[in-house]
Nanobody, 114 residues
């Protein structure tokens, strides 16, 4: 499984960005797709994920601000990020879990200025 993440960039606090993750397989053949992030000097942490039947789960620090969804194209997952805060600054990675294996995309940088 290959993943291509995009959509990162620079935005002011309160702004929005939408990240996209294009997979080389249908997302419906995965256990779940997720977004993780890693800030400088910090460990990678889960942001949100969506399973094959559409059940979503969010980290507490993004609830009410971020939304994960699957695109009409069955191999795409999005992360809509609203009300961004400077502490959301990180490299965001797309994850696909298929069976017992995890596959990671290359990451896309999100920078939120105050």
């Amino acid at each position: 499984v290959q993943l291509q993440a995009s959509g990162g960039g620079w935005v002011q606090a309160g702004g929005s960005l939408r990240l996209s993750c294009v997979a080389s397989v249908s997302t419906f053949t995965t256990n779940y797709m997720g977004w993780y992030r890693q800030a400088p000097g910090e460990q990678r942490e889960m942001v949100a994920h969506i399973d094959s039947v559409g059940t979503t789960n969010y980290a507490d620090f993004v609830k009410g601000r971020f939304t994960i969804s699957r695109g009409i194209a069955k191999n795409t997952v999005y992360l809509q990020m609203n009300s961004l805060k400077p502490e959301d600054t990180a490299v965001y990675y797309c994850l696909a879990r298929r069976g017992y294996s995890d596959y990671w995309g290359q990451g896309t940088m999100v920078t939120v200025s105050s």
